[in-house]
Structure formats: structure tokens, C-alpha cells
């Protein structure tokens, strides 16, 4: 019951940066974790950011230092800043997000294309 709309994909040089959004909506009140995973050609999804309503983040080792995740708690939306975006970081970009902790049910994004290209 939880609908997860990702925008700000597109095409990137290498070096260059991207900022990506997401808008949670649906019948919830605050949620407790919302991320990011992405899904390169030929390879596995895996997790790159993800906050929770606390605060405390994770980022994948690959990304650190690069990118920064960003959460407004109460419009439940989420947003990834990307910089310094290498050609290897062409994917699909999902939103996710885990409405409670109690709960391990996750819900997904259509995603987004992000293209790091010259």
C-alpha cells in the first residue's frame, strides 16, 4: 500500500554529479527506513545508501565519501546526492523503503536510469 516515485535520472559525465528524489505516499505515518539500491547490466541489485527516521545511515564502501543521503521525516521523502559518478555506476537506481521495524516488509520503486557516459 506504499508507492515509492523516483526522479532525477539521466545522463552523467564521468566526474559529474546527479541528484536523485523520492516521495513515499500511501495510508502510513513516518517510516522507518527509506534507501537506495541500484542494479548495474548483467549484475546483482545491491544496497548503496539507506537512513533511518533516526538518523544513523549506511552507505556501501564503494560510494562512501562520494555520496550523501538526505531525508525529509515528514513529507517521507528521501533524496541521494551523487558526486564525483564514475562510468561503472550506470544503473537502475531504486527507492525503498521499510515502513516499521517491527515489520520487515519493504517496498520498492519503478527506479530510475542513471547513465555516467562521455
Known amino acids: 500500500q506504499v508507492q515509492l516515485a523516483e526522479s532525477g535520472g539521466g545522463l552523467v559525465q564521468p566526474g559529474g554529479s546527479l541528484r536523485l528524489s523520492c516521495a513515499a505516499s500511501?495510508?502510513?505515518?513516518?517510516?522507518?527506513?527509506m534507501g537506495w539500491s541500484r542494479q548495474a547490466p548483467g549484475k546483482q541489485r545491491e544496497l548503496v545508501a539507506r537512513m533511518t527516521s533516526g538518523g544513523s545511515t549506511y552507505y556501501a564502501d564503494s560510494v562512501k565519501g562520494r555520496f550523501t543521503i538526505s531525508r525529509d521525516i515528514a513529507k517521507n521523502t528521501v533524496s541521494l546526492q551523487m558526486n564525483s559518478l564514475k562510468p561503472e555506476e550506470t544503473a537502475v537506481y531504486y527507492c525503498?523503503?521499510?515502513?516499521?521495524?517491527?515489520?520487515?516488509?519493504?517496498?520498492w520503486g519503478q527506479g530510475t536510469q542513471v547513465t555516467v557516459s562521455s
Open positions: 525503498y523503503a521499510r515502513p516499521r521495524l517491527s515489520e520487515a516488509t519493504d517496498y
Open positions: 500511501g495510508s502510513i505515518g513516518s517510516i522507518f527506513v
